[in-house]
Antibody, heavy 116, light 112 residues
Framework: EVQMVESGGGLVQPGGSLRLSCAAS????????MSWVRQAPGKGLECVAN????????YYVDSVKGRFTISRDNAKNSLYLQMNSLRAEDTAVYYC?????????WGQGTLVTVSS | DVVMTQSPVSLPVTLGQPASISCRSS???????????LSWFQQRPGQSPRRLIY???NRDSGVPDRFSGSGSGTDFTLKISRVEAEDVGVYYC?????????FGLGTKLEIK
């Protein structure tokens, strides 16, 4: 069974940093593109970043470029999102998703709240 | 960025009746002359999104056959042939052809 478990969310002040992790199991992690998708409270979905199988190709939505970094460790079956210079508008549930063009498996999400 | 315009925003439906959700993209979603990366997701209250349809019209494993996807180019439709109580939630279309991949704003299906 495919499973992805996110962790690392929490309350952070504007300008602060957080590192999200996603532990994947039930599939060959190193064979798939992976994504981070976020959902602000009561709002829709936004693709934030994605990464190819070996980590050599990364894409970011404009609103997070230069502040967020996606990475992966295939030996640990793990996906990461380093988030710096956080803003109030980054407040959201962050989901780890398998594949990027048409994400088929999603984690349960981790809530990031940016507030003073 | 590709804008995905969904309608209606709210969809009250009587149990057993059909439902239809429209999604229009601001650009063609045909990728390399072959695949159309248009997916549909269902998000039940308090849950993560669940993919229902991928590549325009392919139903995911475990998705009831009352759900179907169709369309081409820039105009797409999700149909539910007979709505059941478990179908309540928000439905999103998503394009995976042009980065950044983008979602529609959602259609909230409720039982009348």
């Amino acid at each position: 069974e495919v499973q992805m478990v996110e962790s690392g969310g929490g309350l952070v002040q504007p300008g602060g940093s957080l590192r999200l992790s996603c532990a994947a199991s039930g599939f060959t992690f190193g064979r798939d593109w992976m994504s981070w998708v976020r959902q602000a409270p009561g709002k829709g979905l936004e693709c934030v970043a994605n990464i190819n199988q070996d980590g050599s190709d990364k894409y970011y939505v404009d609103s997070v470029k230069g502040r967020f970094t996606i990475s992966r460790d295939n030996a640990k079956n793990s996906l990461y999102l380093q988030m710096n210079s956080l803003r109030a508008e980054d407040t959201a549930v962050y989901y780890c998703a398998r594949h990027s063009r048409d994400p088929d498996d999603w984690g349960q999400g981790t809530l990031v709240t940016v507030s003073s | 960025d590709v804008v995905m315009t969904q309608s209606p925003v709210s969809l009250p439906v009587t149990l057993g009746q059909p439902a239809s959700i429209s999604c229009r993209s601001s650009q063609s979603l045909v990728y390399s002359g072959e695949n159309t990366y248009l997916s549909w997701f269902q998000q039940r209250p308090g849950q993560s999104p669940r993919r229902l349809i991928y590549l325009l019209s392919n139903r995911d494993s475990g998705v009831p056959d009352r759900f179907s996807g169709s369309g081409s180019g820039t105009d797409f439709t999700l149909k539910i042939s007979r709505v059941e109580a478990e179908d309540v939630g928000v439905y999103y279309c998503m394009q995976g052809t042009h980065w950044p991949y983008t979602f529609g704003l959602g259609t909230k299906l409720e039982i009348k």
